[in-house]
């Protein structure tokens, strides 16, 4: 394949996360608002360019009530941070279709370096003749390290949120 232009379609991607609830459980939740601007030859993503954009008020862990706090001054902030966004710096070949991608992660008005591994899905057509392609990507980081530290001490010790966040995304993309 060549390198060209695609965009994320939504319908068949996702943007999950978990982190650590009272140092014994994991909670999940996803974003369901996000985009992309991908220029990548998919075969070969060691040149490709990638923006992703998250809508933070998306956010949806199946609570309501915790939804709203995440979205609220104590985590986010999305009155004043709505948007999460990626851009590529650097893309690296691990093994036959992995990928390191490392680039700037800005969260809650901070910019850090991250960096992701990705795994080429493959390829194929769509019954309306449509050319896709598929994306996992897995990665952590520390929200402690983007300002998102509100917390509350346990009674029997410890803390009632984590601080590593796991991110799993699904991606297939759609050619432009």
Known sequence: MSKTNWTVDNAHSSVDFSIKHMMIANVKGTFKNFDAQVEADPSDLTSASIQFNIDIASIDTRNEDRDNHLRSADFFDVENHPTMTFKSTEIVKTDDDEYNVTGELTLHGVTKQETFSVT??????????????????????????????????????????????????QIQALKA
């Open 120 to 169: 080429y899905e493959g390829s194929g057509k769509d019954p309306w003749g449509n050319e896709k392609v598929g994306f996992s990507v897995a990665g952590k980081l520390n929200r402690s390290d983007y300002g998102l530290t509100w917390n509350s001490a346990l009674e029997t010790g410890g803390v009632l949120v984590g601080d590593k966040v796991k991110i799993d995304l």
